[in-house]
T-cell receptor, first 111, second 113 residues
Framework: DAKTTQPNSMESNEEEPVHLPCNHS???????IHWYRQLPSQGPEYVIH???SNVNNRMASLAIAEDRKSSTLILHRATLRDAAVYYC????????????FGGGTRLMVKP | DSGVTQTPKHLITATGQRVTLRCSPR?????VYWYQQSLDQGLQFLIQ???????AKGNILERFSAQQFPDLHSELNLSSLELGDSALYFC????????????FGPGTRLTVT
């Protein structure tokens, strides 16, 4: 399985944008980039996914590098409720079944 | 609220015992996945069912088994429990098999004493 690398933790101030990086240098052409987050004491929550183009939804934006070897999850205005562990996961829709979670990035949001 | 429900929320049992965890997927979802989250192993995939059939297996122990019923709810059975089985067990669902967009339930916290 192609692996992802994320910083262990990041800190942000409330109401400021947050850029969460993910490196996936061994990504294959059929791998989609998925982001999940897990708030304290809750199950993981789907955030966004993309293949090549940048994607936006009500929760976040996903910026994908042109060579697809890295991506960035963007929270436009962090709130205290965004404090969570964020996971970047590669998933092959043609062959995949399971989500393979790494260590993720623990985002702390300061008021 | 993801629409996935899991019962019970908490379970405390003794070593050697057997327990059953239950999951109801989102309305219309045919695929159910089970994951285990422990402090030392992180989130790990256990098994997937699609429309009643086993679809994929991960690091699931032989003491563990699962099934998906005609109404699409799923049960995870854990037997001969050991202290190391203490963990959070999550169920997720998706409309079809092989989807990276999975919706997780709130989990069942199992404590084995």
């Amino acid at each position: 399985d192609a692996k992802t690398t994320q910083p262990n933790s990041m800190e942000s101030n409330e109401e400021e944008p947050v850029h969460l990086p993910c490196n996936h240098s061994t990504i294959s052409g059929t791998d989609y980039i998925h982001w999940y987050r897990q708030l304290p004491s809750q199950g993981p929550e789907y955030v966004i996914h993309g293949l090549t183009s940048n994607v936006n939804n009500r929760m976040a934006s996903l910026a994908i590098a042109e060579d697809r070897k890295s991506s960035t999850l963007i929270l436009h205005r962090a709130t205290l409720r965004d404090a969570a562990v964020y996971y970047c996961i590669l998933f092959d829709n043609n062959a995949g079944n399971m989500l393979t979670f790494g260590g993720g990035t623990r985002l702390m949001v300061k008021p | 609220d993801s629409g996935v429900t899991q019962t019970p929320k908490h379970l405390i049992t003794a070593t050697g015992q057997r327990v059953t965890l239950r999951c109801s997927p989102r309305s219309g979802d045919l695929s159910v996945y089970w994951y285990q989250q422990s402090l030392d192993q992180g989130l790990q995939f256990l098994i997937q069912y699609y429309n009643g059939e086993e679809r994929a297996k991960g690091n699931i122990l032989e003491r563990f088994s699962a099934q998906q019923f005609p109404d699409l709810h799923s049960e995870l059975n854990l037997s001969s429990l050991e202290l190391g089985d203490s963990a959070l067990y999550f169920c997720a669902s998706s409309p079809w098999g092989g989807s990276g967009e999975q919706y997780f339930g709130p989990g069942t916290r199992l404590t084995v004493t």
